[in-house]
């Protein structure tokens, strides 16, 4: 069977509104993941609570230490088991969360040890202590120092969203899934579903490394 481009023009459109839900799933998983992994950077570095420390390494040894795809099965399957239907959109989303987290978790904590421990003194000279230090002072400067390490990781969950095929999350996987099922041209199918991902990962490259140099000129 030859190559035909006409059948990867031919997808286009509906590859489109795939990359559309992969976008929206990949923005909220990166955004919660963000606020998540920042309340438990506070519980570690600003309380002394021992035994949130060993949860939250338990948390994080667990997320790093299995697959992707066997977390989005067991959200998906185990959730109603235990009483929750949340339906696939949301299992999906909040996989994706979990696991994005814990290494947002470390991200933001190599964010941190860049921050000068002369920021923390001056901070408490000027009477500025607890949620006000970390909320004013420290964290503006972790994120700024973790830009580069959270773009990467953006790449990451745009292109693990692939894995929210297998729970029917019709997203561009699962798009293209749907479309070379019916005209048996997967070669071209795919090529198109690859150029999609390509552009997306592309453009948020782009758009942070200009996002990094602007804030380089500010610090200047």
Known sequence: MKFDISYTFDALPRLFEGALVTLQISLLGIALSLCLATGLTLVREATGWTWAHRMLAV????????????????????????????????????????????????????GLASVPKGQFEAARALGLNGWVLWGKVILPQTFIASVPALVNEYT???????LLSTITIVELMRVSQQIYTRNYHPVEVLTGTFLMYFVMCFAVSRAAAQLETRMKRRQA
């Open 59 to 110: 948390y994080i040894s667990f997320i790093r230490g299995t697959p992707l795809l066997v977390q989005i099965f067991l959200i998906f399957y185990v959730s109603p088991v235990i009483g929750l239907d949340i339906g696939p959109f949301l299992a999906g989303i909040l996989a994706i969360t979990l696991n994005s987290a814990a290494f947002v978790v470390e991200i933001l904590r190599g």
């Open 156 to 162: 990451q969950v745009l292109k693990a969203t692939a």
